[in-house]
């Protein structure tokens, strides 16, 4: 394995080049026009443009998960009951405040189920200036737990027995039982959605809403930005939406760009085309390029803060990786101490689990989880359990005499995956396995119908909460339900009973030894092989203010207070 320095100069070499084409290309255009036009145009705002390199297919729960980036163009537009910050705190965004039992508006029930009373704003206004109201609550209930259509979890809706309007702008949301979130009701767990637009092709014609361009181009919202412009798999235009009920965007204009070639945008962040860039995509060789060459000269700043780790995704469908041995064997086949070391220069951490050491709970967890450490002769012992044993020349083959041959995929043209899983490939090759490489654009892999073969090399956030939805079987992704968030295909009843005793435990110590229990299930059945750390890198250009890490809550997007952000 080539050095981590040397592709490091490669790399840099080769985004320096772009970024001068990028340049040059960039800078006769902005000498277009008279003087005058020049000049009346110099003394107009300038449009932030934020990047990311995922593109915007929709947005809902339709669309949610995936590809960090969208999400943050959705807390642009869009705001539910409450939302999280960066710490990890719930704010009431659309709802005027959010129920508690000292206020009496979270109440536990005589026969053991709950209810929450939630308040709306007053001032809350769709973008087509229509009041935000309690049926408009109803209504998002009602699409949420409709079975055909195709929302990737419903955890938090399905634990709802009814919801009632008290008046126009308050409802009472009655629990099946003490459910932890009730109080909390974000995206995620109801996507408000305009009764006036949608309640007719809802009833009358199933398809017709779930294929509208409500959900794209004609979206609107709640929030603080209103789209303008769409720009299929390119741009999305956004302006401030002056009935926002909260405070007024301070920066009238935003592009949000999709950039699916990290080369290229580097190029553009280097170029100064791109003022802000989100996402989990820059790396490590990236972000350290970014800190020396643009940072250093005082043009911005690279943030970096711990939300993923890569992981190794197992096809549930595949009979290769179907035996639990053969994915310990591919576990202990992998050197994971030497790819920390020699590939992320010491930056990141092996990960046995998708928790992130520190956070809540982390000690507990981490007795319970069952490690794998690199030993190719109990992988090799484990693969002749089941009839996989290596010949003379070198070759896993099984009881037939053929040769294994195992898929390994990952998203091409992001540098950091495709240099793990080289790194990788050659480790599963040294225990007698025929890997092959078949990686695939980002444009496949954010498609609800790809479907990688035997292997593929992906991330996740590290975070309980957030992976339930993929643990939970009433998730799985089927023909009957496509965008189920359940793509590991990982289905235990025992689990499933915990996710739903979680939900309806309030104290934490409880939830705690919940996860402790999961994560250790999870540690012995391999429904993923975690392999690494990551940490998210955002840049953020000099005179742009107020865009959040989202360090402590992996909920939070760096678009949830995008009205408080400021260019100098």
């Known amino acids: 394995m080539g050095s981590a320095s040397g592709a490091v100069r490669s790399f840099t070499s080769m985004v320096v080049a772009v970024a001068l084409l990028v340049a040059g290309c960039a800078g006769p255009a902005s000498l277009g ?17 934020v990047a990311t390199d995922a593109e915007v297919e929709g947005f809902g729960e339709m669309f949610a998960g995936g590809k960090s980036g969208p999400e943050h163009l959705q807390a642009m537009v869009h705001r539910a009951l409450a939302d999280t910050d960066e710490r990890g705190n719930i704010l009431p965004q659309a709802a005027a405040e959010l129920p508690s039992q000292e206020a009496g508006t979270w109440r536990v029930l005589p026969d053991g189920r709950s209810e929450t009373v939630w ?72 996507f408000l959605l305009p009764r006036h637009r949608l309640e007719e092709s809802f009833v009358a014609d199933r398809q017709a809403f779930v294929n509208s361009t409500y959900w794209s181009s004609a979206f609107i919202g709640v929030g603080p930005y209103r789209i ?105 086949g992998m050197d994971r101490e030497s790819i920390v070391r020699d590939l992320f220069v010491g930056l990141v951490q092996v990960a046995h689990t998708y928790i992130i050491p520190g956070t809540s709970g982390w000690e507990e967890i981490d007795q319970r989880i069952t490690r794998y450490p690199y030993d190719p002769t109990r992988a090799l012992a484990l693969l002749g359990e089941v009839g996989w044993r290596r010949e003379g020349d070198g070759s896993l083959r099984n009881d037939r005499g053929e040769i294994i041959s195992l898929p390994f995929s990952t998203t091409s043209g992001v540098k950091e995956r495709e240099q793990t899983q080289a790194v990788i490939a050659d480790m599963w090759k040294a225990l007698g396995l025929d890997v092959v490489i078949q990686n695939v654009p980002l444009s496949v892999t954010q498609d609800a119908s790809y479907r990688f073969a035997a292997t593929d090399l992906s991330g996740i956030a590290a975070d309980f909460e957030g992976n339930m939805p993929r643990i939970d079987s009433r998730n799985l992704r089927t023909s009957q339900n496509p965008r189920g968030a359940n793509v590991w295909g990982y289905a235990n009843r025992e689990v499933d009973g915990l996710l739903d005793e979680w939900y309806r435990t309030p104290e934490r110590p ?19 092989l975690p392999v690494n750390y990551r940490f998210e890198a955002i840049t953020v250009a000099r005179g742009v203010t107020g865009v959040p890490t989202r360090t402590a809550s992996q909920s939070a997007t760096n678009g949830w207070n995008v009205e408080t952000w400021q260019r100098e």
């Open 119 to 190: 308040r709306l704003r007053p001032a809350a206004r769709w973008h087509d200036g229509t009041p935000l109201s309690a049926e408009d609550v109803v209504f998002s209930w009602q699409v949420a737990i409709a079975p055909d259509v195709p929302y990737r979890q419903r955890s938090a809706a399905n634990e709802i027995d009814s919801i009632e309007p008290i008046d126009g702008q308050t409802v009472a949301i009655r629990w099946k039982s003490f459910f932890v979130g009730a109080g909390r009701l974000s995206t995620r767990d109801l």
């Open 510 to 528: 409880r939830q705690i030894g919940i996860e402790a229990t999961v994560m250790g299930r999870l540690s012995e059945d391999l429904p993923i």
């Open 33 to 49: 026009g008279t003087a005058d036009q020049r000049a009346a145009s110099s003394s107009q705002p300038r449009t932030l443009v």
């Open 228 to 332: 303008v412009g769409w720009e299929p798999g390119s741009a999305v235009h956004i302006e401030a939406f002056d009935g926002f009920y909260g405070e007024r965007p301070r920066i009238q204009t935003i592009t949000f760009r999709s950039i699916p070639d990290i080369s290229t945008g580097i190029a553009n962040i280097l170029a100064g085309e791109v003022d802000v860039w989100l996402g989990s995509s820059l790396g490590t060789e990236n972000a350290v390029f970014l800190k020396d060459q643009w940072e250093a000269r005082g043009a911005g700043r690279v943030l970096t803060y711990p939300r993923q780790i890569f992981e190794i995704r197992l096809a549930p469908e595949d009979a290769r990786v179907a035996d639990v041995r053969v994915r310990r064997a591919l576990y202990h």
